[in-house]
């Protein structure tokens, strides 16, 4: 059974920093690009960044470029993206989700997480 457990989200202060990760199990992810969305409420989830497992390539939004960090322990099977500078924006439950196509689609991923809330008070 393939599981995706994000942990990591709470509340921070703008400009604050927090570190999500998302545990990965049930099948190997060698060939996934891992990626993290967010929504905010009463908006669509949105893409934030991307890694591909095997080669380790990344790619992120524009509205978090510069600020979040993903990044991949293979050892640990862990996917991390690393939040700095948080805006109140970036209030959202944030998602893991793996898929084999690269697309910033919601409906093309295979797999997805329950999510993890982020609040960043202003």
């Known amino acids: 059974q393939v599981q995706l457990v994000e942990s990591g989200g709470g509340l921070v202060q703008a400009g604050g920093s927090l570190r999500l990760s998302c545990a990965a199990s049930g099948r190997t992810f060698s060939n996934y690009a891992m990626d993290w969305f967010r929504q905010a409420p009463g908006k669509e989830r949105e893409f934030v960044a991307r890694?591909?497992?095997?080669?380790?390539?990344?790619y992120y939004a524009d509205s978090v470029k510069g600020r979040f960090t993903i990044s991949r322990d293979n050892a640990k099977n862990t996917v991390y993206l690393q939040m700095n500078s948080l805006k109140p924006e970036d209030t959202a439950v944030y998602y893991c989700?793996?898929?084999?196509?690269?697309?910033?689609?919601?409906?093309?991923?295979?797999?997805w997480g329950k999510g993890t809330l982020v609040t960043v008070s202003s």
């Open positions: 890694i591909i497992w095997s080669g380790g390539g990344t």
């Open positions: 989700a793996a898929g084999v196509i690269i697309s910033t689609r919601p409906g093309d991923r295979n797999y």
